[in-house]
């Protein structure tokens, strides 16, 4: 038995999750149509663990997914670069794999990883953008970037994120924030950055939301407050081990 770690890359847009999803009508997941690819690519019934659970429209840059195979696969130092054209042959237009390595077989996508990296993107114009509509936010009005930088700092380090869950049902909702800071890549388009070793469900949109809240001129903190932005403006950028 050998295990394979793979960078995986996807446009969330047109996928309902990254999870395979136990329902009677099958629906269209990231895991779904990876096994599937893999499978048919390997011929034999591949399983995957991925590094981390991303939500309906939710992006990936570097997402991280292991697989076990009855094969050993030698191209992967000799001829790294065919083995992925051929992989990639067999999966969809909205996903690739960027990278494959061989690792110990104790190794988990999942319970191995210290940190994962998250990007978010606001698009800030009067107007409506036309390019890249699904991997950012469009965000009407003007915002403080000083305000809502000076807030991004405020994340850092061990707190409870409760307010920023989508439910109520975390038994654990402490996280420990090692980066959280806001980049004005130009004067209409901010991206907010966060390093965490755990994150709850909707917890990155909800901070973005309130950021967003406090740029506007809304110093409230309420949790009830707080909305949730839009998907399409989510990365997971990279996953540390």
């Given at each position: 038995m050998f295990n394979y770690k793979i960078t995986l890359e996807y446009n969330g847009k047109d996928f309902q999750g990254s999870q395979a999803q136990n329902i009677l009508e099958p629906v269209r997941t990231v895991q779904s149509e990876l096994e599937s690819g893999l499978s048919r690519f390997f011929g034999e019934n591949i399983e995957t663990n991925?590094?981390?659970?991303?939500?309906t429209g939710v992006h990936a840059v570097g997402q991280v997914v292991n697989f076990k195979l009855n094969q050993e696969l030698n191209t992967i130092e000799t001829n790294p670069d065919k083995l992925l054209i051929s992989l990639n042959s067999f999966l969809p237009q909205d996903m690739v794999i960027s990278k494959i390595t061989n690792?110990?077989?104790?190794?988990?996508?999942?319970?191995?990883?210290?940190?994962?990296?998250y990007s978010y993107k606001i698009f800030l114009r009067r107007h409506r953008p036309v390019l890249r509509l699904d991997s950012l936010m469009w965000h009407k009005g003007p915002l403080d970037f000083d305000k809502m930088s000076a807030r991004a700092q405020e994340y850092l380090g061990h707190h409870d994120f409760k307010d920023f869950a989508k439910t109520e049902n975390e038994e654990n909702t402490f996280c420990n924030i090692?980066?959280?800071?806001?980049?004005?890549?130009?004067?209409?388009?901010?991206?907010?950055?966060i390093k965490a070793?755990?994150?709850?469900?909707?917890m990155v949109r909800r901070i973005v939301g309130e950021l967003i809240q406090i740029g506007s001129g809304d110093s409230s903190s309420q949790s009830s407050s707080l909305k949730t932005t839009p998907a399409e403006g989510l990365t997971l950028v990279k996953v540390y081990y």
């Open positions: 991925f590094a981390g659970r991303t939500d690792v110990p077989l104790e190794f988990h996508a999942r319970f191995s990883a210290k940190a994962r990296e090692m980066e959280s800071c806001l980049i004005k890549e130009s004067d209409i388009c901010f991206k907010y950055k070793d755990r994150f709850l469900r909707h």
